[in-house]
């Protein structure tokens, strides 16, 4: 069956400290991986994306995140966080012949601390 | 350019009320999705649309019917709305499908 996992519901982390957001999924098929980011009381916004080619994609805002076929994970990365970093973050996989519907995990809450 | 437009924002309804969502996209978009989002479960998909005059059931579709009439507009309908379907609706487009979804503010839904 085909599924996300996304093994943290909540991480809380000082600011300025490193932070890993884990995302593991599972499939027979090809697959294009998503994180978005939703702020409170709004929508949810693309933060990167794999579709092919180098594994390891970059936002504009200091998110990384790496495709391991191997490990079938997708985990976001960030060095540094910000205060308004702080938000909702979902993994989200469109499985290959799926018709572009997307499967979400179950959302990470980050809360950045001063 | 506004994107995805949802239509109403808010909304209370009484159990047994119907009323439409109405999602509008002005990025030429062929593909269009209704999810819900619910505390802790993430998005679901309910219905999607692949283009004009078509539809598809996703994960969630009971007490739901969707209609696809003109390219830019994915309605999606309760007919007897029920507590259960108390939730944030999030409408999504996207051209081809296997690029990034481009979603709404969301309509927070609620059923008493």
């Known amino acids: 069956a085909q599924s996300v996992t996304q093994l943290d519901s909540q991480v809380p982390v000082f600011e300025e400290a490193p932070v890993e957001l884990r995302c593991n999924y599972s499939?027979?098929?090809?697959?294009?991986l998503f994180w978005y980011v939703q702020y409170p009381n709004q929508g949810l916004q693309l933060l990167l994306k794999y579709l092919s080619g180098s594994t390891l994609v970059e936002s504009i805002n200091g998110f990384e995140a790496e495709f391991n076929k191997s490990q079938t994970s997708f985990h976001l990365r960030k060095p540094s966080v910000h205060i308004s970093d702080t938000a909702e973050y979902f993994c989200a996989v469109q499985f290959e012949g799926s018709q572009g519907n997307l499967i979400f995990g179950k959302g990470t809450k980050l809360s950045v601390k001063p | 350019n506004a994107g995805v437009t949802q239509t109403p924002k808010f909304r209370v309804l009484k159990t047994g009320q119907s009323m439409t969502l109405l999602c509008a996209q002005d990025m030429n978009h062929e593909y269009m999705y209704w999810y819900r989002q619910d505390p802790g479960m993430g998005l679901r998909l309910i219905h999607y649309?692949?283009?004009?005059?078509?539809?598809a059931k996703g994960e969630v579709p009971d007490g739901y019917n969707v209609s696809r009439l003109k390219k830019q507009n994915f309605l999606l309908g309760l007919e007897s709305a029920a507590p259960s379907q108390t939730s944030v609706y999030f409408c999504a487009s996207s051209y081809p499908p296997d690029t990034e979804a481009f979603f709404g503010q969301g309509t927070r839904l609620t059923v008493v």
């Open positions: 649309s692949v283009g004009e005059g078509t539809t």
């Open positions: 499939s027979s098929v090809s697959v294009y």
